[in-house]
């Protein structure tokens, strides 16, 4: 017998229209959502290192983002938690060194992406170099994140689709 998901489903995908939210429920209910993703989403991508990460999302930034402020460091992080809706964190660290006053970028990804398919990965860091030029989640972040990846909002449905699987039934890839 199927569990309660409504809450699980609440979680990841409560924003979105009650006849999308139903079908995915009903897909998760007859044990077919993790066929549908795999189907989709056929494997995970190699990218385990925080080094290969970096290495990812500067080559975003330099096609789409060349005159945004420089970036730091990107991260996976293990203590970033998805239950507490963060899948990925943009951080601006100043620090004083001197008498000088010295800034840095920084991303960190949640670890729980290092087994993903890569077009989650790519739509997480769209995201957050998308807050190297808007800070907020307004309709100019919206557009910057289409420009650097024209299907980022199917794939952030897929994404909770998945995070919905992954929190009801546990690790697809």
């Known amino acids: 017998m199927p569990g309660d998901y409504s809450q699980t489903i609440k979680t990841y995908l409560g924003g979105y229209a009650p006849s999308l939210v139903s079908q995915v429920e009903g897909l998760l209910v007859s044990g077919k959502l993790g066929e549908v993703l795999l189907r989709k989403y056929p494997q995970a991508h190699d990218i385990r290192s925080s080094a290969a990460l970096y290495d990812l999302a500067m ?3 330099a096609r789409y983002l060349r005159q945004s402020p420089p970036l730091s460091k990107v991260i996976y992080d293990d ?36 087994r993903v398919p ?25 557009k910057l994140c289409e420009y650097m990846q024209p299907d980022y909002h199917q794939l952030e449905f897929d994404m909770r689709m998945y995070l919905t699987y992954r929190e009801a039934m546990g690790e697809l890839y």
């Open 118 to 142: 890569l077009d989650f990965l790519n739509m997480i860091l769209v995201h957050e170099l998308a807050h190297l030029k808007e800070k907020e989640h307004n309709r100019a972040f919206y």
């Open 79 to 114: 203590k970033i938690h998805v239950i507490n809706h963060a899948l990925g964190l943009h951080s601006y660290v100043s620090r004083v060194q001197g008498n000088k006053l010295k800034a840095k970028n920084e991303i960190r990804i949640s670890a729980m992406f290092r």
């Open 59 to 61: 080559s975003f930034k």
